[in-house]
Structure formats: structure tokens, C-alpha cells
């Protein structure tokens, strides 16, 4: 069974870090594309960076270019978010999602087959 599970979330003062991670099971990560997105209160839920198969290559939304970096530590089935310099306008529930697509990842909802039950973030002081 597919599965993803997300961890790494908290409450953290603006301009700190967090790191999240999203473990997966029952599939072989390099067959997929990897996405995180995040869903605010009120807020439609956006994509926030992706890693397409094999981790050929990787984009971001404008909005966390150069704060946020997805990776994938060799041999592990876990794909990772480092946030740094967070914001308050990061805080959401933030999700990693699947999808078996050939070529570029997509940082669009549609197609991304298999999600996580999310982990919450906050930035605030």
C-alpha cells in the first residue's frame, strides 16, 4: 500500500528554520514525482516546490525561492523541505504528495495520486 507520512512541523519564530520530511512506503521513490504543497485557512492549497523522478530536476514557487530546498538524502526513501528564513505568510498545513509522472515536476495539485495526512507550521512570535 502507498503510503506518505509527513513530519518536522512546529511553531517557529520568523527567521528560523524547520526542516520537514516526508517518508513513503510501498513504492519506489525515484518511480515518482514528489511534491510539497501547503494549504492555509480560507486558502486554496498551492504547490510549494517539487523534485521530479529520479530528482532530475526540482522547481519552486516564487515565493520560497532561495528560503526553501527539497532533497532527498541518497538510498533513503524520505524527501525533505528545509525552510529557512520562514515567514508568518508560511504558516499552513504543509503536505507532500506523489505522482507517477515522466519528465518535469509539476507544482499544480492535478495529478499527484497519493498525499500525506499533512503536519502543521507556524511562524510567529
Known amino acids: 500500500q502507498l503510503q506518505l507520512v509527513e513530519s518536522g512541523g512546529g511553531l517557529v519564530q520568523p527567521g528560523g528554520s524547520l526542516r520537514l520530511s516526508c517518508a513513503v512506503s510501498?513504492?519506489?521513490?525515484?518511480?515518482?514525482?514528489i511534491g510539497w504543497f501547503r494549504q492555509a485557512p480560507g486558502k486554496e492549497r498551492e504547490g510549494v516546490s517539487c523534485?521530479?523522478?529520479?530528482?532530475?530536476?526540482?522547481k519552486y514557487a516564487d515565493s520560497v525561492k532561495g528560503r526553501f530546498t527539497i532533497s532527498r538524502d541518497n538510498g533513503e526513501d524520505t524527501v525533505y523541505l528545509q525552510m529557512d528564513n520562514l515567514k508568518p505568510e508560511d504558516t499552513a498545513v504543509y503536505y507532500c504528495?506523489?505522482?507517477?509522472?515522466?519528465?518535469?515536476?509539476?507544482?499544480?495539485?492535478?495529478?499527484?495520486?497519493?498525499w500525506g495526512q499533512g503536519t502543521q507550521v507556524t511562524v510567529s512570535s
Open positions: 510501498g513504492f519506489t521513490l525515484d518511480a515518482y514525482a
Open positions: 504528495a506523489a505522482d507517477a509522472l515522466w519528465g518535469p515536476c509539476k507544482l499544480g495539485t492535478n495529478g499527484y495520486d497519493y
Open positions: 523534485r521530479s523522478m529520479r530528482g532530475l530536476t526540482s
